[in-house]
């Protein structure tokens, strides 16, 4: 019998963490799509700082957003310090918001985010992945790869956690808004990383913050943080194969390390 390792085996991820108007996340998002552009095109060229939040109706209803407030990121593989091959397909779990109301645009799902969110089941017939912001309305002119099949079955969770300042949003917030997203996460049984996104522009106080939400006992020491900055590609890839190794346990563990070192041995 043909030995089924040869062929990698996907891991389908959603990147999620506080989301919506600018009166929920402040004035800037805490870091989502960021890390997923660098995960998934991690070459500078490939790398955008500025992604979309709020739209247009016709964006919304285009087949890239495809009236969902997700985003298909598209396929990567990636070999980890141990030299094993990992697949994922990425999605992104956000909030869009109509630029005429300044309001999340309805959809079919009424959940609040921290609930839908959670969603294991994602379908959405012919959508498109996402590259960047200029090709909303250009799509021709963009690699067109669809969502395998209209559909995606997600394995586990990036959750994501702001550790820089931003304007507009406490670290009170975050926190607790983190835990509604982190209590529902539970709920569904799959494995759950929290990446602390913007390291380079780390407050102490805030690391700590993320230090001790994942220590909660509600978490059982299951939730592993690893230290990011997808500006400076610092353990992005690793957040991610720390999270495939947890959802199959026979491809090793790979080593967390704290950013300092990460940034250092880069
Ligand atoms: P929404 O989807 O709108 O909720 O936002 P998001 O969570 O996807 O945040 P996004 O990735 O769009 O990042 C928001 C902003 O944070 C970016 O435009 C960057 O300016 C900044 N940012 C993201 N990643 C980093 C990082 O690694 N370092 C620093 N210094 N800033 C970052
Ligand atoms: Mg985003």
Sequence with gaps: ???????????????????????????????????????????????????????????????????????????????????????????????????????????????????????????SAEKLMYICKNQLGIEKEYEQKMIPEGKLSIDGFVCVFDVSDVPGRTIDKQVEYTCLILNNLM????????????NDEARESYVKEAERLVSRREYKGSIPLVETSAHEDVSVDLAFIVLAQMIDRTKGKSKIVPFLEAALRR
């Design 1 to 123: 019998m043909a030995k089924k390792c040869d062929v990698p085996r996907t891991f389908n991820v959603a990147a999620v963490g506080l989301s919506g108007t600018e009166k929920e996340k402040g004035s800037t998002g805490v870091g989502k799509s960021c890390l997923c552009n660098r995960f998934v095109r991690h070459l500078a060229d490939d790398y955008h700082v500025d992604h979309i939040s709020v739209l247009s109706q016709t964006d919304f209803s285009g087949r890239v957003v495809n009236n969902d407030h997700f985003l298909y990121w598209g396929e990567v593989t990636k070999t980890s310090d141990e030299g094993v091959d990992f697949n994922f397909n990425v999605v992104e779990q956000t909030e869009f918001i109509d630029d005429s109301s300044f309001q999340p645009f309805k959809s079919s799902k009424t959940d609040p985010y921290y609930k839908r969110c959670t969603t294991i089941k994602l379908t």
């Design 187 to 198: 709920k569904t049984k799959k494995p759950i990383v929290l990446a602390t996104t913007k």
